[in-house]
């Protein structure tokens, strides 16, 4: 039972570090970090400190190419939530200091510290890309720009790649990569950006009660 949390988890698009299992890939080379000081890092980092406010539906993709969907609202720092459509019922909330989330099929509630989430980043209080995170690359194309970073605690736990379009410049996907090299893609359609979300949806109201299930 243990073991499905952990797997949806994992495919929540998020990058529990630790979670999901499968053949390890081999190491990627030793690329140099990009400087802090970078425009387009910089660029990112403003736009990231700046963010308050996310509504959307989303479009995930799992590393075996499984699809789910349904609706995401964020709100920097710490809060999010995931509605997903299928399976009915399964929920990944951010209160501001846990991941928690509840799965119907197994009546099981699994908290994770946010800080041990790779796309934590996005929901620190402070974003801050010479810190504790390396920025690994920064890359253009077809009017985006992608930059992946990585803890620099922990290089080898995986990295997080943030997506912007650049006219208008908004961000518009993530994907975490574990560290087995599996991926993990979130997509935001008709997003909406900076507006008011009602605190309620932050709040995990039907987990699993210790007792019934709840994993902690």
Not at 20 to 49: C, H, I, N, T
Request: proline share 6%; aromatic share 6%.
């Amino acid at each position: 039972m243990t073991m499905l949390i952990n797997r949806r988890l994992a495919l929540a698009g998020l990058g529990v570090a630790g979670l999901g299992a499968a053949l390890a890939l081999p190491a990627a080379p030793a690329r140099a970090a990009v400087a802090a000081d970078d425009p387009d890092v910089l660029r990112v980092q403003d736009y990231l400190q700046r963010l308050t406010t996310v509504a959307a539906r989303f479009i995930q993709v799992g590393p075996e190419g499984q699809v789910a969907q349904g609706q995401v609202w964020l709100q920097r720092p710490g809060r999010l939530r995931f509605e997903y459509q299928q399976p009915p019922g399964l929920l990944l909330v951010g209160d501001g200091f846990l991941l928690r989330l509840f799965d119907p099929e197994v009546n099981q509630t699994t908290d994770v510290p946010i800080d041990q989430s790779p796309a934590g980043m996005l929901l620190d209080e402070t974003i801050d890309l010479g810190g504790a995170v390396e920025v690994l690359d920064v890359y253009r194309h077809d009017g985006v720009l992608e930059m992946t970073v990585a803890d620099k605690a922990e290089p080898g736990a995986g990295t997080l790649t943030v997506v912007f379009t650049e006219q208008p410049f908004e961000l518009r996907q993530w994907y975490v990569q574990d560290a087995q090299g599996l991926t993990t893609r979130v997509t935001l359609v008709e997003a909406q950006y900076g507006v008011k979300i009602d605190p309620r949806l932050f709040v995990l109201q039907n987990a699993a009660q210790p007792g019934e299930g709840s994993n902690r």
